[in-house]
């Protein structure tokens, strides 16, 4: 089993910053890849970024390229998100979710973090 923590989420101004992080636990053997993804009221949610948990890939979403920084700390198994100019579309629930090898598939998530950005 597999089990993610998020923390970092928070209340910030349009331009702003904030740094998520995800703690992976568990049996990190046959993870695929790390998602954070975020959802805001009343749309779909969508993944922001992806980091390969075995190599330095990473995937971001249009809107947030050039803002967004996903990063990973092997020694710490935490996966990182640097939010940067903060805008108030960025607002919702972020996710970390994991993949495994076999399917791809996210299997495993955490609780979730709330990020609000006020204009």
């Known amino acids: 089993q597999v089990q993610l923590v998020e923390s970092g989420g928070g209340s910030v101004q349009t331009g702003g910053s904030l740094r998520l992080s995800c703690v992976v636990t568990?049996?990190?053997?046959?993870?695929?890849?790390i998602g954070w993804f975020r959802q805001a009221p009343g749309k779909q949610r969508e993944v922001a970024a992806a980091h390969n948990w075995r190599n330095t890939d990473t995937y971001y979403l249009d809107s947030v390229k050039g803002r967004f920084t996903i990063s990973k700390d092997t020694g710490k198994n935490t996966v990182y998100l640097q939010m940067n100019r903060l805008k108030p579309e960025d607002t919702g629930i972020y996710s970390c979710?994991?993949?495994?090898?076999?399917?791809?598939?996210?299997?495993?998530w955490g609780q979730g973090t709330q990020v609000t950005v006020s204009s």
């Open positions: 568990g049996i990190t053997s046959n993870l695929f890849g």
């Open positions: 979710a994991a993949s495994n090898i076999s399917t791809h598939q996210y299997a495993y």
